[in-house]
């Protein structure tokens, strides 16, 4: 049962990108389809390229989270420790997005960051090491 909120936060840690992309493109001028990183670029509203940002770094720090998720079930780590890492994971994800987006204090969004990379290094971290304890032991 647990796992399935590991799952869950996988699922929402695919969509923040787009929560991201859909403020950048309300925030700006009309929004042009057949150009997309035209209007970006032409944007003068510092909020839209914030939230563009903050698209990109959480379609960058997805890979990671989903690789340790499915390697920290793969790999037999207790199933509460893998939900709890992706709850604060997600959590940490979307307060990083509001604080990008927002334009605050760049030390409290390298902080929530940091924790967001920790819980992806951690899950990685820890079902590496749970392969090694279930290793075969040669006789």
């Known amino acids: 049962m647990t796992m399935t909120v590991a799952y869950w936060c996988v699922l929402a840690a695919a969509l923040l990108p787009y929560v991201w992309t859909t403020v950048a493109k309300a925030g700006g001028e009309r929004y042009d ?12 509203d510092p ?58 204090k760049h030390s409290l969004r390298s902080l929530v960051w940091f924790v967001g990379f920790a819980c992806a290094m951690a899950l990685i971290a820890l079902a590496a090491l749970h392969v090694g304890d279930l290793a075969p032991v040669a006789a």
Request: charged share 15%.
């Open 33 to 44: 389809n057949r150009d997309p990183r035209g209007w970006i670029a032409r944007q003068t």
């Open 47 to 104: 909020k839209v390229h914030r939230a563009n940002s903050a698209q990109l770094n959480a379609f960058e720090a997805f890979a990671p989270f989903a690789a340790g998720v499915v390697m920290a079930q793969f790999a037999g780590v207790p199933e509460a420790h893998v939900a709890w890492l992706a709850v604060v994971f997600v959590i940490s994800r979307v307060l990083h997005g509001v604080v990008y987006t927002l334009g605050m």
